[in-house]
């Protein structure tokens, strides 16, 4: 393995969901289908073709969506996590794009639903599965009832070689004070997926200055405007990570109309983000 375990750098699935065109929306949901829609277009590339293309670009970490999975039949997972390992590719992360733990009334269902996919993750050699922790409001009552399921899930995933982890998204999480009570109650039994675009300038910085310590992965997602990447933004988000001490792997979330070609965004991104790592050690002797 290479440095961190296949370096610093992932891309996830939702940054090229035009090339791929389909989504299949598993739901815990009965009345939802599952049936393949094409809300972004019918795309141009299949899903088993992305780690050989990754690792074209020296991208060597890959997180999957839920949706972006057109079977979850046992060939077709074998046969995705056999083109992940022969493209020298890490399967880092599948996320889990449905459930509310925190849901009063459909909370256990969502979250027994959310345990079947730790078979999935794990025949796919992912290392974690990111779950929605809670789309409720952030009552006493909704935030202890996200915390037991959470915990229960994580107990189901003990021995499966899969570690869950859950994200500062929707309306459970608004800021570092509901995250880190969270996190503080699991105690260790889940880990954190830190978001760079989910929270609201310009509360989100110190907002991210403070749980980014806490986080094992970051889905590193940059604002644009009409004149392109929003650069200020995005080193200000990343200085709020290197002031917590986050030294851990970048997964590149371009999700912008601007560059028609995917590729574009996600490799000036990776390229915006290595050049402030590069500039690190200048900034510490300042």
């Not at 929306?25 to 289908?33: F, G, I, Q």
Request: net charge negative.
């Amino acid at each position: 393995m290479q440095v961190l375990q296949n370096g610093r750098f992932a891309v996830s699935t939702w940054s090229l969901h035009r090339l791929l065109g389909a989504v299949y929306a598993y739901s815990p949901d009965p009345d939802k289908s599952a049936a393949p829609k094409e809300p972004y277009g019918p795309g141009g590339a299949a899903l088993i073709d992305m780690p050989a293309a990754l690792a074209a670009r020296d991208i060597h970490r890959l997180e999957v969506c839920s949706f972006h999975l057109p079977s979850l039949d046992a060939a077709y997972l074998t046969e995705l996590s056999d083109a992940v390992a022969s493209s020298n590719v890490l399967f880092q992360t599948l996320l889990v794009e449905d459930g509310d733990p925190s849901h009063p009334e459909t909370a256990e269902r969502d979250v027994r639903w959310m345990a079947e996919w730790i078979d999935i993750a794990a025949a796919l050699g992912a290392q974690r599965m990111r779950v929605i922790a809670g789309k409720q409001k952030p009552t006493p009552e909704n935030l202890a009832r996200a915390a037991r399921n959470l915990d229960w899930l994580a107990e189901q995933a003990e021995g499966s070689g899969v570690r869950v982890v859950v994200e500062n998204w929707f309306d459970l999480l608004p800021s570092p004070v509901e995250m880190n009570w969270l996190l503080d109650r699991l105690d260790g039994t889940v880990g954190l997926n830190g978001d760079l675009g989910n929270w609201t300038a310009p509360a989100k910085y110190q907002g991210l200055a403070d749980i980014m310590r806490r986080a094992e992965i970051c889905h590193a997602k940059a604002d644009y405007n009409a004149a392109g990447l929003d650069a200020e933004d995005y080193r200000k988000c990343l200085e709020m990570c290197e002031t917590a001490g986050y030294a851990g792997p970048f997964t590149v979330i371009y999700d912008s109309p601007f560059f028609p070609n995917e590729w574009d965004g996600i490799l000036l991104q990776k390229a915006f983000i290595e050049d402030f790592l590069h500039e690190a050690p200048a900034r510490r002797s300042a």
